[in-house]
């Protein structure tokens, strides 16, 4: 059995690396030159910055996926430390624990109560929004204050726009599971997940990279497939070059390039080409002093700033005081459209009246589709069926995140290995 997968992102490497383990065999490709896919890292001004996810968490797969490319003991985790909020002109502790439940000024202690009676609610519904869900269940102040802008925050959309079935449906999952969306939440955004925050020394494209390079007699970089046809028992792969006889496939790129692959091949692509994706601008900043420890901070939406969040990159893995800060998403997307000066000004500006502390720029990068938005479109997927032995693994149809794409993987080389 030969399995063709489509993409050397991190889903697409890390389902090389099980089907090998499994012994099943498996040509990769990839389209551009380098491994990773939305996961970039890149030296600005001497400093590792990333384009994409600024951090993942080591779990155990995580770790076990880095041991077998040789890269294990590159790992960086930082310690867990705090989630601020930007609220009423301050940075202030996100309530992600108990203790931090207990001492956090973000909320009043009534609004702390009203959160407690979360389980006392009825169960969130697939048809309401993300922000109908939580402010249902935790009101209206704690939504605007903590949950909303930490969960829009993850994939820089807004929550009004959100359709509880689709950007909710791991906590709905959890939450039916523990009589509790406010425990679920925790799980997913909070101190919930035991594994430390992670990269690595030189970034996170190292493992995508790595694993590249473990399996580079079944990965070809800079081979773009140009269609998928089915034929005999199984599926022709075509390049510009050359052809694969596959019996599966696995489709792992964004949206509109799956859209133009399975054009013919599969129902419902054309709701595939319409995914919204958010745009991003990332402006990185060097702080000229030490900043709170913690993880970050997100803006409260009763601030009238243009930044989403900050990621305290630096802080987290030794870099030199170096910060991340998101600009744009679906609240504000014509930021993309400032000039880069203007950018770093708006970034270096918010960031010094959050913080109380100057920074200088260190480098601009801009997005026009980058996450996953999960908005009113998402209700389309429901007319996207493929053919038999044509799978989607990707992070528009399952969630987001490093740990999640790896976990994904593993689950379907089980599947394809076993069938």
Same mark, same amino acid.
């Given at each position: 059995?030969?399995?063709?997968?489509?993409?050397?992102?991190?889903?697409?490497?890390?389902?090389?690396?099980?089907?090998?383990?499994?012994?099943?065999?498996?040509?990769?490709?990839?389209?551009?030159?380098?491994?990773?896919?939305?996961?970039?890292?890149?030296?600005?001004?001497?400093?590792?910055?990333?384009?994409?996810?600024?951090?993942?968490?080591?779990?155990?797969?995580?770790?076990?996926?880095?041991?077998?490319?040789?890269?294990?003991?590159?790992?960086?985790?930082?310690?867990?430390?705090?989630?601020?909020?930007?609220?009423?002109?301050?940075?202030?502790?996100?309530?992600?624990?108990?203790?931090?439940?207990?001492?956090?000024?973000?909320?009043?202690?009534?609004?702390?109560?009203?959160?407690?009676?979360?389980?006392?609610?009825?169960?969130?519904?697939?048809?309401?929004?993300?922000?109908?869900?939580?402010?249902?269940?935790?009101?209206?102040?704690?939504?605007?204050?903590?949950?909303?802008?930490?969960?829009?925050?993850?994939?820089?959309?807004?929550?009004?726009?959100?359709?509880?079935?689709?950007?909710?449906?791991?906590?709905?999952?959890?939450?039916?599971?523990?009589?509790?969306?406010?425990?679920?939440?925790?799980?997913?955004?909070?101190?919930?997940?035991?594994?430390?925050?992670?990269?690595?020394?030189?970034?996170?494209?190292?493992?995508?990279?790595?694993?590249?390079?473990?399996?580079?007699?079944?990965?070809?970089?800079?081979?773009?497939?140009?269609?998928?046809?089915?034929?005999?028992?199984?599926?022709?792969?075509?390049?510009?070059?050359?052809?694969?006889?596959?019996?599966?496939?696995?489709?792992?790129?964004?949206?509109?390039?799956?859209?133009?692959?399975?054009?013919?091949?599969?129902?419902?692509?054309?709701?595939?080409?319409?995914?919204?994706?958010?745009?991003?601008?990332?402006?990185?900043?060097?702080?000229?002093?030490?900043?709170?420890?913690?993880?970050?901070?997100?803006?409260?939406?009763?601030?009238?700033?243009?930044?989403?969040?900050?990621?305290?990159?630096?802080?987290?893995?030794?870099?030199?005081?170096?910060?991340?800060?998101?600009?744009?998403?679906?609240?504000?997307?014509?930021?993309?459209?400032?000039?880069?000066?203007?950018?770093?000004?708006?970034?270096?500006?918010?960031?010094?009246?959050?913080?109380?502390? &100057?920074?200088?720029?260190?480098?601009?990068?801009?997005?026009?589709?980058?996450?996953?938005?999960?908005?009113?479109?998402?209700?389309?997927?429901? &007319?996207?069926?493929?053919?038999?032995?044509?799978?989607?693994?990707?992070?528009?149809?399952?969630?987001?995140?490093?740990?999640?794409?790896?976990?994904?993987?593993?689950?379907?080389?089980?599947?394809?290995?076993?069938?």
């Amino acid at each position: 059995m030969t399995v063709g997968v489509v993409g050397a992102g991190i889903t697409g490497l890390a389902l090389t690396h099980y089907l090998g383990e499994r012994g099943v065999d498996c040509v990769t490709l990839e389209a551009r030159e380098e491994a990773g896919g939305v996961i970039q890292s890149r030296d600005r001004d001497g400093h590792v910055v990333e384009l994409g996810p600024q951090r993942m968490r080591a779990t155990p797969g995580i770790r076990e996926l880095a041991d077998a490319a040789g890269v294990a003991d590159d790992i960086v985790t930082a310690e867990e430390g705090s989630l601020f909020v930007y609220s009423r002109g301050q940075l202030r502790e996100a309530p992600t624990d108990v203790p931090a439940f207990r001492r956090t000024d973000l909320l009043s202690w009534p609004q702390k109560l009203r959160m407690l009676a979360e389980p006392l609610t009825r169960d969130a519904i697939g048809s309401e929004t993300v922000a109908e869900v939580f402010s249902r269940k935790f009101g209206r102040t704690a939504y605007e204050r903590f949950i909303g802008p930490l969960y829009g925050g993850l994939y820089a959309s807004d929550p009004a726009e959100m359709p509880a079935e689709f950007a909710l449906e791991g906590l709905m999952r959890r939450e039916q599971e523990t009589g509790s969306m406010l425990s679920a939440f925790r799980q997913r955004v909070g101190q919930g997940e035991k594994a430390p925050p992670a990269s690595f020394s030189a970034g996170l494209q190292t493992l995508p990279e790595a694993l590249a390079s473990t399996y580079d007699d079944a990965v070809h970089l800079g081979e773009p497939v140009t269609a998928i046809e089915s034929g005999g028992s199984g599926y022709t792969v075509q390049t510009a070059d050359a052809e694969y006889a596959v019996e599966d496939v696995v489709v792992t790129t964004p949206a509109d390039a799956t859209a133009d692959l399975l054009d013919g091949l599969a129902e419902g692509t054309d709701a595939l080409a319409e995914l919204t994706y958010n745009p991003l601008a990332l402006v990185y900043l060097e702080a000229t002093e030490p900043l709170p420890d913690g993880l970050g901070y997100q803006v409260a939406y009763d601030e009238k700033l243009h930044t989403l969040g900050v990621s305290f990159n630096g802080a987290m893995f030794d870099r030199d005081g170096l910060c991340t800060v998101f600009l744009g998403g679906m609240h504000d997307p014509g930021m993309l459209d400032e000039s880069d000066e203007r950018l770093g000004e708006i970034a270096a500006g918010e960031f010094q009246q959050a913080t109380g502390t &100057d920074a200088s720029v260190v480098g601009i990068e801009r997005r026009e589709r980058w996450f996953p938005a999960y908005d009113q479109t998402w209700w389309g997927l429901d &007319d996207v069926e493929t053919p038999a032995g044509v799978h989607l693994a990707t992070n528009y149809t399952a969630r987001m995140g490093i740990p999640s794409r790896v976990r994904e993987a593993k689950e379907l080389a089980d599947e394809l290995s076993t069938a």
